[in-house]
T-cell receptor, first 114, second 111 residues
Framework: DVKVTQSSRYLVKRTGEKVFLECVQDMDHENMFWYRQDPGLGLRLIYFSYDVKMKEKGDIPEGYSVSREKKERFSLILESASTNQTSMYLC?????????????FGNGTRLTVT | GEDVEQSLFLSVREGDSSVINCTYTDSSSTYLYWYKQEPGAGLQLLTYIFSNMDMKQDQRLTVLLNKKDKHLSLRIADTQTGDSAIYFCAETADSWGKLQFGAGTQVVVTP
């Protein structure tokens, strides 16, 4: 089974801190994604990457950046955390260009910014 | 951008059928998905349908697609308490796995 592991289940950070959310997948997937989930809004795509060192903006990239130095790892960075970034963050991966292959999700990181 | 809309809440009695509805706006959608999220967990794929199909059945799950009306539904037969979860409708028009999700429907199954 594909495993997508997010390093933290819960994080509490202060406004202005730099925050790193880490995600690792073990199935050699090309594509990786960061979503945030908010009640009533569903999942919104922040950034995605379809190859090492490649990144593409999603629908809500403002206030975030990403890093993909290795194929298995995709990091989400909040340069200066703000309270409106309090949310559930979900990482996902998928293999190459086959639309049959679904996204595989991690269990999420619940971030609270105080 | 593209929109995917779902009702936010559904209550159903154990043993009854549940029907969760979804509408989408992107006419170039090629695949449509249903994901399930249980409390404290990520999303898991339940089923998907290709846009040239009208219906897909998988055990207790039936997916109906009306491409003309851009309407997708998920029917769960003989709903059980373990079916209580949030169900997300999603669509994609590309092959990279970049999905557009709805807001999710919270399904509560009562005894």
């Amino acid at each position: 089974d594909v495993k997508v592991t997010q390093s933290s289940r819960y994080l509490v950070k202060r406004t202005g801190e730099k925050v790193f959310l880490e995600c690792v997948q073990d199935m050699d997937h090309e594509n990786m994604f960061w979503y945030r989930q908010d009640p009533g809004l569903g999942l919104r795509l922040i950034y995605f990457s379809y190859d090492v060192k490649m990144k593409e903006k999603g629908d809500i990239p403002e206030g975030y950046s990403v890093s993909r130095e290795k194929k298995e790892r995709f990091s989400l960075i909040l340069e200066s955390a703000s309270t409106n970034q309090t949310s559930m963050y979900l990482c996902a991966s998928s293999p190459g260009v086959d639309p049959n292959s679904p996204l595989h999700f991690g269990n999420g990181t619940r971030l609270t910014v105080t | 951008g593209e929109d995917v809309e779902q009702s936010l809440f559904l209550s159903v009695r154990e043993g009854d059928s549940s029907v969760i509805n979804c509408t989408y706006t992107d006419s170039s959608s090629t695949y449509l998905y249903w994901y399930k999220q249980e409390p404290g967990a990520g999303l898991q794929l339940l089923t998907y349908i290709f846009s040239n199909m009208d219906m897909k059945q998988d055990q207790r799950l039936t997916v109906l697609l009306n491409k003309k009306d851009k309407h997708l539904s998920l029917r769960i037969a003989d709903t059980q308490t373990g079916d209580s979860a949030i169900y997300f409708c999603a669509e994609t028009a590309d092959s990279w796995g970049k999905l557009q999700f709805g807001a999710g429907t919270q399904v509560v199954v009562t005894p």
